[in-house]
């Protein structure tokens, strides 16, 4: 459509032109060749403008599209690395090869009990290490989100924080219960409570880990669209 006018107008000009120098003198026609020729210039620096500034509207919105694009894959892409990072840190089997022995002469080094909480420390530090990564990753990315979604992006991801930090709770906790040199008890329903959060199951009946699922489905809500129109 847009040659179609751009053609007529061209069309429109040029045969003004030629009908006109018809019956200008052979003496004027200088003259009016230059005026003509501005006029020319003129309008096909505005038939120009006409056409680029829909071409422009076009690509500003196709790289704003681009951005989001590529910020909601980075978020969703940390947020599946701190799920996964998160059920790592869960899985109750814990080898030996995780739990070094400490130095001897750590604190911790003394009694077996005291050896074994040094072993279990490490090993989760080691786990949680995974988990930062994916934090950070988002925390940075998050940024960015803010600009091009809004700030209540950063609100989606509330849930996840907080289940993110009662999980490492739980960890110092149960640090503390195996800690010999400390007193802390937890009734029997506050134990049950712990193991839940601790310890992944690997099924449905993981209700920590449905949490985690729900949370997740609530940032996918928001994100994903902004990937499939692409």
């Known amino acids: ?66 951005e989001k694009y590529n910020s909601a894959r980075n978020l969703l892409k940390g947020t599946y690395e701190l799920r996964s990072a998160l059920s790592y840190v869960r899985s109750p089997f814990m080898e030996s090869s995780e739990m070094p022995e400490p130095p001897e002469d750590h604190h911790l080094s003394g009694t077996p009990d005291k050896r074994y909480l ?15 990564k994916a ?41 503390e219960l195996i800690n010999p040199d400390d007193d802390t008890t937890l009734t029997s329903n506050e134990k049950k409570t712990k193991r839940k959060i601790l310890y992944g199951r690997g099924n449905e009946k993981d209700e920590f880990f449905n949490k985690i699922k729900e949370a997740i489905s609530e940032i996918e809500d928001v994100l994903r669209p902004f990937i499939t129109k692409l």
């Not at 053609?7 to 009908?19: A, D, N, P, S």
């Not at 040094?118 to 930062?132: F, L, P």
Request: proline content about 2%; charged content about 20%; aromatic content about 14%.
């Open 1 to 66: 459509m847009k040659r179609l006018v751009l053609g007529i107008l061209i069309g429109v000009v040029l045969g003004f032109c030629v009908g006109y120098y018809i019956n200008v003198p052979i003496y004027k026609i200088s003259v009016y060749f230059n005026f003509t020729k501005d006029l020319i210039v003129t309008i096909s620096v505005a038939i120009g403008a006409w056409v680029a500034v829909p071409g422009l509207n076009t690509w500003k919105k196709q790289f704003a599209g681009k």
């Open 118 to 132: 040094y072993g279990v420390s490490k090993a989760y530090e080691t786990r949680w290490e995974k988990v930062i």
């Open 135 to 175: 934090s950070t990753s988002i925390d940075t990315e998050l940024l960015e989100g803010e600009v091009l979604f809004g700030s209540d992006i950063r609100g989606k991801f509330e849930n996840l924080i907080k289940l993110r930090q009662e999980l490492y709770y739980n960890i110092l906790l149960h640090l």
